[in-house]
């Protein structure tokens, strides 16, 4: 067996064993509150542009990390805005749209109160810690 299909074969089995979940999204923020309400849950808001480097770099490596992920899916609602789109046509309350990117809000679904905000670039442990606050 040639050593590409001994890494193929091993790489498929990590992914089997390890498995790799991926980050649950709600469809846009009124869905996100409805589904907050219903499984008494706060919204993580993830503001974000494709045009800011620090929106990708903690899209690849904090929002990727799996620690991050299970804490996301399991005790929050996530959702995401791309403020390069037309934000009229978003269904997000004016005072989540922030001034700089990227910038998590972390939302009361019943009150729609801003809990707490998180301004630029995370690396993946102090996101899941301030996440556990």
């Not at 469809?27 to 008494?40: F, L, M, N, P």
């Not at 929106?55 to 929050?76: G, H, P, W, Y």
Request: glycine content about 4%.
């Amino acid at each position: 067996m040639n050593l590409i299909k001994k890494l193929v074969l091993l790489l498929s089995a990590t992914l089997f064993l390890y498995g790799s979940a991926d980050l649950k999204h709600a469809d846009s923020y009124t869905d996100a509150i409805e589904q907050g309400i219903k499984e008494k849950k706060s919204v993580v808001l993830f503001a974000h542009s494709p045009f800011c480097p620090w929106c990708r770099k903690m899209e690849a490596d904090t929002l990727s990390n799996q620690k991050v992920i299970q804490l996301l899916n399991e005790k929050f609602i996530f959702v995401t805005i791309d403020l390069s789109t037309d934000i009229e046509t978003e269904d997000v309350p004016k005072r989540f749209l922030p001034q700089g990117t990227p910038t998590t809000f972390v939302i009361d679904p019943t009150t729609q109160e801003v809990q707490f905000t998180m301004r630029g670039y995370k690396k993946a442990k102090s996101f899941i810690w301030r996440l556990n606050r």
